[in-house]
């Protein structure tokens, strides 16, 4: 994961950093107890396979400290943080046993963890984690116990099975984890599987260390400056990413502050752009955009009138029609909102954007640059088209709210040249429900002629 985190990565990443000084959910108490079990289950599997010999204790013990010392470097990821374990779990797995490797590795988890807890900085029922922690340990010590081999006389071959079977292993009780405690998507869970190309690449300075681990069990302790190394960039990397999530929290909140003073400007104004905001994020999932195009259209809805800050306010509540000079004026306003919007900067600048081009027209007659079609940003023709509805079905300063038929017949009419013909018609479906129930209609007016509107399209979605 990189330092410019997508949004979902961000929304993920603050749950995490939430997440050790707060209570267990029950979700997360079923996975630590089911992913426990399962974890007891398949030790004794292996404890079955193959029984564990005598075996010299310092070296296992140096190894599981190292491990336990490694396992205090973590490095955030979006669903939780990865540790470089195979710096001493590739020895530990050469100097025990292998039904004793996951039982050690639950042992280091518990050992690493506890400052925390010591410190209140985690609750103490985490420790339930260990375990499910601990399943990456069970697919090496797997494939040796099934071949009946140990480390140190295995072949290049069966040492590469044994690494893959590590990460199959991981990722799918990562997989069943995060399913269940914080219902990530399958894509979400698996684009965290780069950092088993990390794992790969630290697996060959632990084999060195692991080949001398039993004539020289302090070898082990060659890892220590290398792991002490990789916790700077670790630490540098918790700023950083901390960093980054407090500028998206503060550009959102200069983005609900500026809606706070919309709304305390012109209280219609700030009314509508929030009416306008519902109906557009119910649009957005209907088209089913991106979450970061969904949140920059969620802010250009809520701020597509900010502009009119700058607007004179006998203009913007004028009750009659507006004048060549004072339309001129008006018109502005997304020029004024957009200049608002870059000075705030970061992803501000994406909303500025479609905040100016939410007057443009789909046949090229808006403003203030004249595109047409797909030229205008789809955003910005999401918004008009809601604004348009919202502008029609809430009273103004100049006319009383109109009907859902008239509105709707409006809407339609203004299909294929204000509005998206498309996004006409998946907003109707969006709206049908404000719909009255069908009335008879008498002989006498079947024929009589319909109501039009006495103001154009313009001046209602201004």
């Given at each position: 994961m990189s330092f410019d985190p997508s949004l979902e990565d961000q929304q993920l990443l603050e749950e995490t950093f939430r997440r050790p000084a707060s209570r267990m959910t029950?979700?997360?108490?079923?996975?630590?107890?089911?992913?426990t079990a399962g974890f007891i289950a398949a030790v004794a599997a292996v404890w079955l396979i193959q029984d564990p010999d005598s075996f010299p204790i310092l070296p296992a013990v140096i190894s599981l400290l190292v491990l336990a010392v490694s396992m205090?470097?973590?490095?955030?990821?979006?669903?939780?943080?990865?540790v470089p374990t195979q710096l001493a779990f590739v020895p530990l797995v050469f100097a025990a046993p292998a039904a004793i490797v996951p039982i050690a590795v639950v042992v280091a988890f518990t050992i690493a963890l506890l400052p925390e807890v010591i410190r209140g900085e985690l609750r103490p029922i985490r420790l339930l984690n260990a375990p499910a922690n601990s399943w990456f340990a069970l697919g090496p010590v797997a494939v040796l116990a099934i071949a009946h081999t140990r480390p140190e006389a295995a072949g290049p071959l069966l040492l590469i099975a044994a690494l893959f079977a590590q990460f199959a292993v991981d990722s799918a009780a990562a997989a069943a984890r995060f399913?269940?405690?914080?219902?990530?998507?399958?894509?979400?869970?698996?684009?965290?599987?780069?950092?088993?190309?990390?794992?790969?690449?630290?697996?060959a300075p632990g084999l060195l260390a692991a080949e001398s681990v039993h004539r020289t069990p302090l070898a082990a302790l060659a890892m220590l400056p290398l792991l002490g190394l990789m916790a700077m960039f670790a630490h540098e990397r918790h700023r950083r990413l901390e960093s980054t999530l407090e500028l998206s929290s503060a550009y959102r909140g200069t983005a609900l502050v500026?809606?706070?003073?919309?709304?305390?400007?012109?209280g219609y104004t700030g009314q509508h752009c929030k009416s306008v905001v519902a109906l557009t994020l119910e649009l957005a999932e209907h088209l089913d955009l991106p979450a970061e195009r969904r949140r920059n259209l969620e802010f250009a809805a809520l701020l597509h009138d900010v502009g009119k800050i700058a607007i004179p306010k006998e203009i913007i509540n004028k009750p009659g029609k507006l004048d060549p000079d004072e339309w001129m004026i008006v018109?502005?306003?997304?020029?004024?909102?957009?200049?608002?919007?870059?000075?705030?900067?970061?992803?501000?600048?994406?909303?500025?954007?479609?905040?100016r081009s939410h007057h443009e027209r789909w046949d090229g007659g808006g403003y203030p640059d004249g595109l047409a079609?797909?030229?205008?940003?789809?955003?910005?023709?999401?918004?008009?088209?809601?604004?348009?509805?919202?502008?029609?079905?809430?009273?103004?300063?100049y006319r009383k709210a109109l009907s859902y038929e008239v509105a709707e017949a409006e809407l339609l009419a203004a299909s294929g040249t204000q509005l998206d013909p498309?996004?006409?018609h998946s907003l109707l479906e969006i709206v049908a429900s404000e719909a009255p129930e069908p009335q008879p209609v008498s002989p006498d007016a079947a024929g009589a002629p319909q109501p039009r509107l006495e103001y154009g399209f313009a001046r209602q979605a201004c």
């Open positions: 029950r979700r997360e108490i079923l996975a630590a107890l089911l992913l205090r470097v973590q490095f955030d990821t979006p669903l939780g943080f990865t399913a269940i405690t914080r219902e990530a998507s399958v894509l979400s869970v698996f684009r965290s599987n780069w950092i088993y190309g990390i794992d790969a690449a630290l697996a500026l809606g706070d003073v919309i709304e305390a400007d012109d018109k502005t306003h997304t020029l004024e909102g957009q200049k608002m919007l870059d000075r705030v900067g970061g992803f501000m600048r994406e909303v500025g954007a479609i905040v079609g797909e030229q205008i940003p789809l955003e910005a023709r999401i918004i008009s088209c809601c604004d348009t509805w919202n502008a029609m079905r809430t009273d103004r300063p498309r996004l006409v």
